[in-house]
């Protein structure tokens, strides 16, 4: 356990459509606390999850879990290194874009009627403001991982690039998957009912509210495939490592992840 104090909250301008979770940062460390549910838990077994996956170790931030003591209260949450050197920050694309024609990213991708249109839009403009080539397929790793974990909160204030103090730009590590795997036990996915109930609830946000026709879009416009090689058997152990949570959440995790395990098996090589 951690304790951690109000100097150290730190308020993000990557907001989520259901509020903040509590920030600190605490020298090279970041620490997030649940806020709706289980977050943390997700935070943890996604980002283990892609460890057995076709990216690349310094792709996607690595989480671990974490108890924070703030003031009175114990959160369970995660802690995850500070990946940002020198000069460089982390820029959203809302952001980069309202900074480029002061108006919004999101009302103009959204004023498209073509899905597909719309994620070129996206892609065509980071590309121009940025010069980075490749974000089409970053954005298609992206909608991968949104729809197999189910992230809800995929908007464009938490797809970010990176931007240093010359103006150059790189891509952002692929992180906040706290929205994922249900997690919101509060409001949206109560404990108690039918999980695969609740996944035909869950939507995405970022071009399409279906996660599926996301995900055909940019691989069909990126022409390449994020892959798993994990089995039902490194899901279990991971999920059973996780500390803090009950086991009806962490039975809950292990079943929404097999299920689309069996839906997306054509990414698993």
């Known amino acids: 356990m951690v304790e951690l104090f109000e100097q150290q909250i730190r308020t993000a301008d990557r907001q989520s459509s259901k509020g903040n979770q509590l920030k600190w940062n605490d020298g090279d460390l970041w620490y997030k606390a649940d806020y709706a549910g289980y977050e943390g838990l997700a935070e943890y077994v996604v980002s283990r999850l892609l460890s057995y996956s076709s990216l690349a170790p310094d792709e996607f931030v690595v989480y671990h879990q ?12 995660v802690v995850s290194q500070n ?16 900074n480029k024609y002061n108006k919004s990213f ?10 597909e249109e719309r994620c070129k839009f996206i ?36 797809i970010a690039v990176l931007m240093n ?31 695969m109930e ?9 071009i399409s509210r279906s996660f599926g026709e996301q995900l055909d879009v940019a691989e069909c416009l990126s022409k390449s495939l994020l892959t798993f090689r994990f089995d039902r058997h490194i899901v279990r152990n991971i999920v059973d490592e996780c500390q803090f949570y009950s086991d009806e959440i962490k039975e809950r995790v292990y079943q929404v992840i097999c299920s689309q395990m069996a839906k997306y098996r054509y990414l698993f090589k």
């Open 66 to 77: 974490e108890q924070i003591q703030y003031k009175h209260t114990i959160y369970n949450g």
């Open 83 to 98: 990946f940002l050197k020198d000069d460089w920050q982390i820029i959203t694309l809302e952001r980069l874009f309202k």
């Open 106 to 115: 999101y009302e103009s991708v959204w004023k498209i009627r073509d899905v």
């Open 123 to 158: 892609c065509n403009q980071v590309y121009q403001i940025t010069g980075l080539k490749d974000f089409v397929a970053y954005f298609n790793k992206l909608m991968t991982i949104d729809a197999f974990f189910l992230n809800e909160d995929r908007h464009l204030h938490n």
């Open 165 to 195: 103090g010359k103006g150059q730009f790189d891509y952002c590590r692929i992180f906040d998957h706290g929205a994922c795997l249900l997690s919101d036990t509060t409001m949206d996915y109560p404990l108690g009912v039918d999980p």
């Open 198 to 206: 609740l996944i035909s609830e869950c939507h995405g946000k970022t």
